[in-house]
């Protein structure tokens, strides 16, 4: 009893000691210091951290054990469509059919290794977790600084950082000087978070980026030192529930394994009809139950397309393939046709819809003059346009004075267009070549620095330029202008009292704030007086080129995009109204919500919100997998596109995942199906067009070898059902599956996407592959081929025997059916003439060699006796042509009728429309 007791205590000191992810925040150290029981000066002692490996275990990520290989290989077995194709090579062993048996089983192991080979990948995303864990720390135990690997962390343990050091845990800081974390891997914002050791007041759910009393494991130091205490290890940090939710998140089937599912239950079903029809049918006429079971098991193993697998992994690896080339890589075969159902593309902000790279783009001299300024990122490309002044060449003198300071004021360079520094001096850098040719640094040595801090939040640097000593500085307006006494306006110092220029500053910062954008303000002074103000720098991280349209052309193919950031809501909407989020409509701020609002949401609430909101912001990882998931509880398909860490989950949630080559985590690599090589967000339309293409082509191959192989074993059945002759002898039915199975049927896979493609609206996946049309078509289809068929047999037929002529005009009826049927199922809307005849070379090539094939058959001694045919005459090839080429005029026509029918209803629409819109006037 006594021995549980304490056993009791321990556990409930272990749950003490755990604090939750923002409590260290908002208490005094002191506090966090005592429930910890450490020493923020001496930190634990050895004996205090050897016990807690013991409660608390490893500072380490563990990965779930993976499934055995041959596990891996057994899961392929269970899609409903191989199912029903073993049980096919099953029967046709058993009936003695081991051609059958040996051509179905080929198609199995085919599909199944090549899905096996793409799918078997080791799950590298939560490796790429773990190596942001640094293998070594600086931590003082028993008072004296020691280096060991970061797994031996403990809550309580005191760590030391410096510039470049990963953070090894996350901690509450004690001491800081000048420090400051790149947090976006976790958070999104591009700008390091000056961190302080201040307690911060009580809030309900404070965001990851707020907490800047804390560090973050994987994060990196930018700059300073500090010290903290270790409050969290492994999977209580925030990676580490970033890499908990990672292995938990189970990537969804695609919308195409979901159809191949269906449809394989669709064929069971059908299949078990046909088996039940001829039973039927064999007992109303007296014959043998037994006998007519195994025709009609041996018909409906027949009619199963075994090819389509086959031309399905054929299809979607030349779309992977095509994809390629588009700079694209997809990683698994079904997620290429996936694309091509997305209705809702979650895009990330920084790294994905922008550059990732701050750049300036509005400037305000010290007099009001403003300046636009073009070109992105770290490069001197680019030109300021003089928008209002009433002497250019004055603007012209301020703007050389702003690149001084820009420059000189400054610890960033820029080498090759790559920025060795923070993000906000690279802009100023990049602003200051576009501004003036020269070197301004040549011209002067650097005397001092004062760095920025968030007490004073300026930066200054005093150069010595010739005999004076020269102060530049850059910061929050308001810290700036308390300093200055003058401004600079046209060359010329003026002096600030009794002007506008304070009140004109601060109300075109407001402004530009107001649209997202940071702004800075510089100054300069001679030898320690009061300085000058020189102006406003406003810089944002602007929208990738093709953005903008990409999210147009998304818009009117009925793809809607949602962006969600961890960054503020000023710049979320200000981005998003860029890229055209909100169509011709302005933002409305309301519009835009944040993670702390969605903290507050049930699902059921949470689900509603994202019917109509755009855009997210301060959200987190976890917001972004609720988002994701309200949105697929709609029945929609959801894309999300991102970069860093705090996508990954989200990316992996995701129907299709989508993630930048260049700039993108290798976490979020991993986690995705998709990566986009040049980090080209227009790409994603190629993609989406791509994959609408491919399930079409899948489409049109089974509408073709359906309704061929309806029509064949229509033609057996009736023959036997009937009591008479089969109209086709053995090899010729051989010769009839080639050709379905064959080169004309695999070249419909690779038809080239309609140009008109990517403005319809995404693939409904509520609709089966086999919908209605479809099976229309078919069966349409079917019964063309089995009347002209039966047709020409009778008509042949009349002396009442059966001769080789007769089987060759029946043989070569069916095979040129089969031809004009491949032509008309290379559309189901679109008629032949508007593909044009002879855009799918493969498909010409397919269907000559086909047609060469058949003259050989028909007039080549050899093969004549093998298929028992004879020679037929200009006038039988021409009757047959004529007669044939019927199945062709009628999808022609039918189409024809259903394009006029569909015209007239979406003009009653637009005028019911138009009347409404009047009556509304």
Not at 341 to 349: A, G, L, M
Request: overall charge neutral; proline content about 4%.
């Amino acid at each position: 009893m006594i021995q549980d007791s304490e056993e009791s205590v321990d556990s409930e000191r272990v749950k003490e000691m755990w604090l939750s992810n923002s409590h260290p925040a908002v208490v005094p150290v002191e506090e966090v210091e005592n429930i910890l029981r450490t020493d923020r000066v001496k930190g634990l002692t050895t004996r205090q951290a050897e016990e807690r490996y013991t409660t608390f275990g490893y500072n380490e990520l563990v990965a779930k054990e993976e499934d055995p290989v041959w596990k891996k290989y057994l899961e392929q077995f269970k899609n409903p469509l191989i199912i029903l194709l073993l049980c096919s090579a099953i029967v046709s062993i058993c009936m003695r059919q081991f051609d059958d048996a040996a051509s179905i089983t080929l198609a199995i192991v085919i599909v199944v290794t090549v899905g096996f080979i793409q799918e078997y990948r080791s799950e590298k995303t939560l490796e790429k977790l773990k190596k942001l864990v640094p293998p070594v720390c600086v931590c003082v135990r028993d008072g004296r600084p020691d280096s060991f690997e970061a797994k031996f962390l403990v809550p309580g343990d005191l760590v030391t950082m410096q510039t470049g050091d990963r953070i090894p845990a996350d901690l509450r800081l004690v001491s800081c000087m000048e420090f400051a974390v790149d947090e976006s891997s976790l958070t999104g914002e591009l700008e390091p978070i000056l961190k302080t050791s201040d307690v911060l007041p009580k809030k309900e759910n404070l965001a990851t980026n707020e907490m800047i009393n804390q560090a973050f494991m994987g994060t990196m130091v930018v700059t300073g030192r500090a010290t903290g205490l270790v409050v969290a290890t492994a999977d209580k940090t925030q990676f580490g529930q970033v890499f908990q939710m990672m292995s938990d998140e189970v990537a969804p089937d695609t919308p195409l394994q979901n159809s191949m599912n269906l449809l394989g239950k669709q064929l069971s079903a059908y299949s078990l009809a046909v088996i039940g029809l001829i039973m039927l049918a064999g007992w109303y006429q007296g014959k043998q139950v037994l006998v007519m079971f195994n025709i009609g098991v041996s018909l409906a193993v027949a009619a199963i397309p075994e090819g389509l697998p086959i031309v399905t992994v054929v299809t979607l690896a030349l779309g992977v393939m095509r994809m390629a080339g588009k700079q694209a890589i997809v990683k698994k075969l079904p997620t290429v046709e996936a694309l091509g159902c997305v209705n809702v593309i979650c895009t990330d902000k920084t790294g994905t819809v922008t550059c990732n790279q701050m750049t300036a783009t509005n400037m305000v001299t010290g007099g009001g003059d403003r300046v636009q300024v073009t070109g992105s990122g770290y490069h001197p490309e680019g030109a300021a346009e003089i928008l209002t002044s009433d002497d250019h060449a004055g603007t012209q003198k301020d703007m050389e004075r702003m690149a001084e300071c820009a420059t000189l004021c400054n610890n960033a360079s820029i080498t090759c267009g790559q920025l060795l520094g923070q993000p906000t001096e690279g802009a100023l850098l990049a602003l200051a070549q576009k501004l003036s040719m020269k070197n301004f640094k040549e011209e002067g040595t650097r005397v001092k620095e004062i760095p920025f801090s968030s007490e004073n939040k300026v930066m200054e640097v005093i150069y010595q330029l010739g005999p004076n000593n020269v102060s530049f500085v850059k910061g929050a307006l308001e810290k700036v202008l308390v300093k200055c006494d003058t401004y600079l306006h046209h060359g010329k110092i003026l002096s600030l009292e009794g002007s506008s220029v304070p009140a004109e500053s601060v109300r075109f910062c407001a402004e530009l704030g107001g649209r997202g954008l940071r702004v800075l303000a510089l100054a300069r002074g001679v030898d320690g007086g009061k300085l000058t103000f020189l102006g406003l720098v406003a810089m944002q991280d602007p929208p990738r080129p093709g953005v903008p349209a990409a999210v147009r052309t998304l818009a009117e193919s009925g793809v809607r995009t949602v962006m969600l950031t961890g960054d503020a809501k000023e710049t979320a909407i200000a981005i998003g109204d860029q890229i055209g989020l909100f169509g011709d409509q302005r933002p409305v701020r309301s519009g835009a919500v944040a993670g702390e609002d969605l903290d507050r949401m049930g699902d059921a609430d949470l689900q509603t919100v994202v019917r109509s909101v755009q855009v997210f912001y301060r959200v987190s990882p976890r917001h972004k997998v609720r988002i994701v998931a309200a949105l697929q509880s709609h029945g929609l398909i959801v894309a999300m596109t991102g970069d860093g860490v705090n996508d990954g989950v989200a990316v992996k949630r995701a129907d299709v995942g989508i993630a930048m080559g260049k700039c993108g985590t290798d976490v979020c690599k991993e986690a995705a199906d998709v990566i986009l090589l040049d980090d080209d967000f227009s790409t994603i339309l190629s993609a989406i067009e791509e994959g609408k293409s491919i399930f079409i082509n899948i489409r049109n191959f089974l509408r073709f070898q359906l309704s061929t192989s309806i029509a064949a074993l229509s033609l057996i059945s009736i023959s036997t059902l009937m009591g008479t002759a089969n109209p086709l002898n053995p090899m010729q039915i051989l010769w009839i599956n080639i050709i379905m199975d064959g080169p004309p049927a695999q070249s419909l896979g690779v038809e080239p996407a309609d140009k008109e493609l990517m403005m319809k609206p995404p693939r409904n996946t509520k609709v089966a592959m086999l919908s209605r049309d479809i099976l229309i078509n078919i069966v349409l289809s079917a019964a063309i081929i089995v009347c002209g068929t039966l047709y020409v047999f009778k008509e042949m037929m009349e002396d009442g025997k059966i001769t080789n002529r007769d089987t060759t005009m029946t043989f070569t009826c069916f095979v040129f059916f089969d031809m004009f049927n491949a032509l008309s199922c290379r559309s189901h809307t679109k008629s032949v003439f508007q593909l044009g005849l002879f855009s799918n070379k493969s498909f010409c090539l397919a269907v000559l060699f086909s047609l060469v094939g058949q003259m050989l058959v028909i007039y080549t001694p050899p093969l004549q006796y093998i298929f028992q045919t004879e020679a037929l005459s200009a006038k039988d090839l021409l009757f047959l042509v004529c007669l044939t080429s019927s199945i062709f005029i009628v999808s022609e026509v039918k189409k024809f009728a259903e394009r006029r029918m569909l015209a007239r209803r979406k003009k009653v629409t637009r005028t019911n429309s138009a009347k409404s819109l009047i009556s509304l006037v």
